[in-house]
């Protein structure tokens, strides 16, 4: 699903126009949208009373055909013009008189009492004051319209964007409406899947407005939204004759004491995510446990350091390991003793294998990435912000502010995948494209999730997938997995085993309307 940015937006509008689709008839469209969403967000329109605050600009105008079309309900619709009519140019002026004649009262030069008086006495409140058209902060009776849509207390509906968000970026430079429905119109928007934008919108809804397909083709955006029916295209489909050994091998290179779990995760995550077969790298001393915590996993015990983690000595066996295995998986509770650090830089110096990097590979790798540059094959990298905050020397809190910025430019400069968690994945890779993953939730934030997503990206390469693709899919069945663990168990006290569990009922989420070849 093709991402933009307003500019980008306002580019396709206008091509749209040129291509014989006027403004007027997309503002049509998006008023019936409007309306649709609207009676789904009360329960059916009679009876209802509903709240429309309208800006000068084409935001204003959807919200005026919205008023409009609501005529023809029960519904006892109050619309308010936060400026006066004589300020209208354009589609929205059109539409300012044709709600007028159609028998719509409107209150002009609407301030936050007004405002707030409609809204507590409304419903449903919609939001179509700003839009995309915001940068920077927002003053005067826009503000305070924005903060009396807050204070009121009522459900609200955005139009395109909550009013204060940067549709670009996100941001909120002062006050946003905290919308519980954002309806955004022909495309997704990056404000609106970039935090704290993401957390303004509320539930998310693209509304398919009739843009001609040229018009969208024509105006280049290499950013996308993971969507149920691309990850389903991506995933790869199993012959009814395959054989374990047809599902791919993967190594796991991780563990030590203490850290026994993380490599457990992982190793099972890639096998419930599809993997024929799976292997253990695993030092000596801990193998009996592993033995017994695994059942289906193969464990190859390694020579080990006096601390029990992996020990340089191992690079020959993981080596040879890795010729009968299609990707290694390196990090996973595997330490940072100094002598396994030389491990994981010799490792990714020496593979033939594509790679997935994670936890404690990467924190070895920090100080000095440009082994990274000189792979002998695909490398995926998945930090989360602290481990993206060490490789690239930023504080931490920098890498939020700028995270698909920070994560194109690593992916390009080292030649890599990287895969930045958080709220809101960001997949990245050298030709500087970016996808952005919806699903998952916040209790996910728990210990162990993230060696699930490890595990899962390698059994997906290993069934033949490409870096960036497998890295894409991962991410989106890792939170699909995440959000039906919490739909059963509650977002509270939800642990990476709950998330494990239920990949391969994501899996068949995502699968099961899609003809097998």
């Not at 691309?230 to 374990?244: G, I, N, Y």
């Not at 997906?460 to 663990?485: C, E, N, R």
Request: with cysteine; glycine share 10%; net charge negative.
């Amino acid at each position: 699903m093709k991402v933009v940015t307003g500019e980008q937006m306002a580019e396709i509008d206008r091509l749209s126009s040129e291509a014989g689709v006027p403004t007027l008839e997309l503002m049509e469209r998006a008023g019936e949208a409007i309306v649709t969403k609207a009676a789904e967000m009360v329960s059916g329109l009679m009876g209802t009373r509903l709240a429309i605050i309208c800006g000068k600009g084409n935001n204003g105008g959807d919200g005026l055909v919205a008023a409009r079309l609501l005529k023809k309900y029960s519904t006892q619709v109050t619309v308010l013009l936060v400026g006066r009519a004589e300020e209208l140019t354009g589609a929205p002026k059109t539409n300012f008189v044709r709600a007028v004649e159609a028998g719509i009262q409107i209150e002009e030069g609407a301030d936050g009492a007004s405002v707030q008086r409609a809204c507590e006495a409304a419903h449903l409140v919609i939001d179509a004051l700003l839009g995309t058209g915001i940068r920077g902060p927002v003053r005067g009776a826009a503000a305070e319209a924005i903060h009396a849509m807050n204070l009121a207390g009522r459900p609200i509906l955005a139009v395109d964007v909550p009013s204060g968000v940067d549709a670009d970026t996100g941001e909120v430079a002062t006050e946003a409406v905290r919308a519980d429905h954002t309806i955004t119109l022909g495309l997704a928007k990056w404000g609106l899947l970039n935090y704290p934008g993401a957390e303004y919108a509320g539930e998310l809804t693209i509304a398919d407005i009739g843009l001609p397909a040229a018009a969208v083709e024509a105006v280049a955006s290499n950013m996308e939204c993971l969507d149920r029916e691309e990850v389903a295209a991506l995933l790869p489909r199993r012959a009814p004759t395959a054989h374990k050994g047809e599902a791919g091998n993967v190594l796991v290179v991780a563990g030590s004491v203490g850290y026994t779990g993380a490599a457990a995760l992982c190793s099972m995550a890639a096998l419930r995510t599809g993997a024929g077969l799976v292997t253990l790298a695993i030092p000596k001393s801990l193998n009996d446990i592993m033995e017994m915590k695994l059942t289906e996993v193969i464990t190859r015990p390694m020579p080990e350091t006096p601390a029990r983690t992996l020990a340089i000595a191992a690079v020959p066996a993981i080596l040879e390991l890795a010729n009968n295995n299609d990707v290694v998986v390196i990090g996973p509770g595997l330490s940072l003793d100094p002598e396994t650090v030389l491990l994981v830089r010799e490792l990714v110096g020496k593979l033939q294998k594509p790679m997935v990097l994670d936890a404690d590979a990467l924190t070895a790798l920090a100080e000095d990435t440009s082994v990274l540059e000189k792979t002998l094959a695909p490398v995926v990298c998945t930090p989360h912000p602290g481990e993206m905050s060490r490789l690239i020397g930023l504080p931490t809190a920098k890498v939020q502010k700028a995270r698909a910025g920070l994560c194109r430019r690593l992916a390009h400069s080292l030649g890599v995948v990287v895969v930045l968690k958080g709220a809101a994945t960001l997949i990245s890779d050298p030709l500087e494209r970016l996808r952005v993953n919806r699903t998952g939730n916040a209790g996910m934030a728990s210990a162990g999730t993230g060696d699930v997503l490890s595990g899962m990206i390698g059994g997906l390469i290993a069934q033949g997938m490409t870096p960036f693709d497998a890295a894409g899919a991962g991410a989106y069945l890792h939170g699909l997995a995440g959000d039906l663990a919490a739909e059963e168990k509650g977002l509270l006290g939800l642990i990476a085993s709950d998330v494990l569990e239920k990949i391969p009922a994501a899996i068949l989420k995502v699968t099961e309307r899609v003809e097998l070849a």
